[in-house]
T-cell receptor, first 109, second 116 residues
């Protein structure tokens, strides 16, 4: 069963704009991770935020975590056409990852 | 260094046949995971190996699915009497130790299985 739910399911923006994706989950977690997937292939790890962290940055990525609301957001700033992909959040309550259903991002050039 | 590799990249088979999917983890990673991803969905956990043993196979959908990792490195996911509903992307991942909350899981490119 899926733990997280991403919102929106699909997002279309113009190159240069910011993209925000949200993730909600159900149970307590040790950490939350965001992954990217191009064209139905393998997953690329983007960023991990631990349950005691509230915000984390990596390049053009900014992730927030609100454990009281059981939610996280991923912000991609100054988007590029190459950012077009599906983005998944995944929670890790033990050793296995539990993924949401993903947000499909389209960045129009 | 080399990442996680999976073979074949695509597998088309007929209903009722037996298939094997192979995963080569990153060298030195003791933890190995199999996930299954249906179209438009996120990956779902199948099985987790710590070394040679299956520490958690609770995600395997039924007894037609079996996985091994005899020497603690390469793993094979085996599906007997395939059904059309088995069609999906099968993803393998490995991590250094499998310790909760500490290890990043590195994913392979996946094997896309199509059962006709």
């Amino acid at each position: 069963s899926q733990q997280g739910e991403e919102d929106p399911q699909a997002l279309s923006i113009q190159e240069g704009e910011n993209a925000t994706m949200n993730c909600s989950y159900k149970t307590s977690i040790n950490n939350l991770q965001w992954y990217r997937q191009n064209s139905g292939r393998g997953l690329v790890h983007l960023i991990l935020i631990r349950s005691n962290e509230r915000e984390k940055h990596s390049g053009r990525l900014r992730v927030t975590l609100d454990t009281s609301k059981k939610s996280s957001s991923l912000l991609i700033t100054a988007s590029r056409a190459a950012d077009t992909a599906s983005y998944f959040c995944a929670t890790d309550s033990s050793y296995k990852l539990i993924f949401g259903s993903g947000t499909r991002l389209l960045v129009r050039p | 260094g080399a990442g996680v590799s999976q073979t074949p990249s695509n597998k088309v088979t007929e209903k009722g046949k037996y298939v094997e999917l192979r995963c080569d983890p990153i060298s030195g990673h003791t933890a190995l995971y199999w996930y299954r991803q249906s179209l438009g969905q996120g990956p779902e956990f199948l099985i987790y190996f710590q070394g040679t043993g299956a520490a958690d196979d609770s995600g395997l959908p039924n007894d037609r699915f079996f996985a091994v990792r005899p020497e603690g490195s390469v793993s094979t996911l085996k599906i007997q009497r395939t059904e059309r509903g088995d069609s999906a992307m099968y993803l393998c991942a490995s991590s250094l130790s499998g310790t909760s909350g500490k290890d990043e899981q590195f994913f392979g490119p996946g094997t896309r299985l199509t059962v006709l």
